[in-house]
Nanobody
Framework: QVQLVESGGGLVQTGGSLRLSCAAS????????MAWFRQAPRKEREFVAA????????YDTDSVKGRFTISRDNARNTVYLQMNSLKPEDTAVYYC???????????????????WGQGTQVTVSS
C-alpha cells in the first residue's frame, strides 16, 4: 500500500519560511518523479514544483521561482519543499504526489500522477 505523508505546514507571517516534508512508503521511491501541488480556497489545484527521480532536474512554477526549492533524499524516501519569503497568496493546502516514467511535459498536470498525499495546510498571515 502506497502512502505519501506530508508534514511541516503551519501558520507563518509574511516573509517567513517553512519546510514541508513528504515521507513515502510502499513504492520504489528512488524510481518515481515527485512533485508538490497546492490548492487555495475556491481555486483549482495547481502545480508548484517537481523533481526527477535522480534529483538531478527540478521544475517550478513562475510564482515560486527564487523562493521555493524542491529537493529529495532517496535514502530517506522523502521529498522536501523549502519555502522562503512566503506571501499571503501562498496560503493553500500543499500536496505531494508521485508519478512513474512521465515525460517532463506531463509533470505539470495533476491528472498524470499516480499517488497523492493527504495534504498539509500552509497559512501565511499579512
Amino acid at each position: 500500500q502506497v502512502q505519501l505523508v506530508e508534514s511541516g505546514g503551519g501558520l507563518v507571517q509574511t516573509g517567513g519560511s517553512l519546510r514541508l516534508s513528504c515521507a513515502a512508503s510502499g513504492l520504489a521511491f528512488a524510481t518515481y518523479d515527485m512533485a508538490w501541488f497546492r490548492q487555495a480556497p475556491r481555486k483549482e489545484r495547481e502545480f508548484v514544483a517537481a523533481i526527477r527521480w535522480s534529483g538531478g532536474t527540478t521544475y517550478d512554477t513562475d510564482s515560486v521561482k527564487g523562493r521555493f526549492t524542491i529537493s529529495r533524499d532517496n535514502a530517506r524516501n522523502t521529498v522536501y519543499l523549502q519555502m522562503n519569503s512566503l506571501k499571503p497568496e501562498d496560503t493553500a493546502v500543499y500536496y505531494c504526489a508521485a508519478v512513474y516514467g512521465a515525460h517532463s511535459s506531463k509533470l505539470y498536470r495533476q491528472a498524470n500522477y499516480n499517488y497523492w498525499g493527504q495534504g498539509t495546510q500552509v497559512t501565511v498571515s499579512s
